[in-house]
Every structure is written in structure tokens, then in C-alpha cells.
């Protein structure tokens, strides 16, 4: 119990949350981004699709 004490006045501590917050912003942006892009990409597939089946 006292070690966990020392931890929650340590400043080690408060730097690793701060990394593990960086680090989620960081992983919650790309997650955005790749969804992002797989939409635009899926719309201009099934856009390239229907022009093909009306040139048929």
C-alpha cells in the first residue's frame, strides 16, 4: 500500500498517463483516417461500377 502511494505522488507517473493519452489520440486519429479513406475508396469503386454497367 505505501508503494502505491509513492507512485500516485510520483511524476513518473503522471508523465506515463500523459503518454498513454498522447498515444490514444494518436491511435483514435489514424483509426478516423483509415476509416475516412476506406469510405472514399468504397464510393469510387461503386461509382467506377456503375459506369461500367451502363456502358454494357
Not at 508503494?3 to 500523459?18: D, K, N
Not at 494518436?26 to 479513406?37: D, M
Not at 469510405?39 to 456502358?55: G, I, L, Q, V
Request: hydrophobic residues 55%.
Amino acid at each position: 500500500m505505501r508503494s502505491f502511494y509513492r507512485l500516485m505522488r510520483s511524476t513518473r507517473a503522471a508523465t506515463a498517463v500523459e503518454y498513454g493519452l498522447i498515444l490514444a489520440l494518436i491511435f483514435l486519429a489514424a483509426v478516423v483516417a483509415i476509416g475516412n479513406v476506406a469510405n472514399a475508396t468504397n464510393n469510387m469503386w461503386n461509382k467506377a461500377s456503375s459506369a461500367a454497367e451502363t456502358h454494357m
